[in-house]
């Protein structure tokens, strides 16, 4: 089981320049998140994905697009990126809270360090 | 804006003694979770709390819950110089979304 997998771990691009990051998990959960994380603001909602085929704005979209490819994946999209996107983003993924299952504890990838300059 | 916010941001302590990291939140929720992060990783998750509940254990870790006053608290006992890492309380709200929002963080440094 390798749970919540990203890849790149690391990237440098120049303003302007596009790239995606890619996401997967092998829980066969339905819900699955992306986070930026920046030094004192904590964790902040990008896209979530409440489950295969739905994907809803967070808390900053601005500047991403999101495709939920199927139940296993889930990719970032920075069309022309700036340097105000320079962050370690991570993905998440979990189940979603239901009557039955009130436990909806996340489990995150190891972060992409994204880098524009 | 965050919903959830821990306090302090940072605390420095000696190995054996306990910690405490609080948290505040503004809406009402169905659960309260805490992860912990170490330098360099990502989150992992520790104890979730329903909003029914007012306290939880789980090894060293004590959460409470106090809906009333919109706040929760970690207490880690006999901390470890393992422990040293940033510490998230985050909140799901009671509405429809399946969404969780995470604090700031307190950064916690167990000195050996």
Known sequence: NAGVTQTPKFQVLKTGQSMTLQCAQDMNHNSMYWYRQDPGMGLRLIYYSASEGTTDKGEVPNGYNVSRLNKREFSLRLESAAPSQTSVYFCASSEPLRTNYPYNEQFFGPGTRLTVL | ?112
């Not at chain 2, 420095?12 to 992860?35: D, F, H, P, R, V």
């Not at chain 2, 329903?50 to 409470?64: I, M, P, Y």
């Not at chain 2, 799901?92 to 916690?108: A, C, E, H, N």
Request: with cysteine; proline share 2%; hydrophobic share 30%.
């Open chain 2, 1 to 112: 804006s965050q919903q959830g916010e821990e306090d302090p941001q940072a605390l420095s302590i000696q190995e054996g003694e306990n910690a405490t990291m609080n948290c505040s939140y503004k809406t009402s929720i169905n659960n309260l979770q805490w992860y912990r992060q170490n330098s360099g990783r990502g989150l992992v998750h520790l104890i979730l709390i329903r909003s029914n509940e007012r306290e939880k254990h789980s090894g060293r870790l004590r959460v409470t819950l106090d809906t009333s006053k919109k706040s929760s608290s970690l207490l880690i006992t006999a901390s470890r110089a393992a422990d040293t890492a940033s510490y998230f309380c985050a909140t799901r709200d009671s509405g429809g979304y399946q969404k969780v929002t995470f604090g700031i963080g307190t950064k916690l440094q167990v000195i050996p």
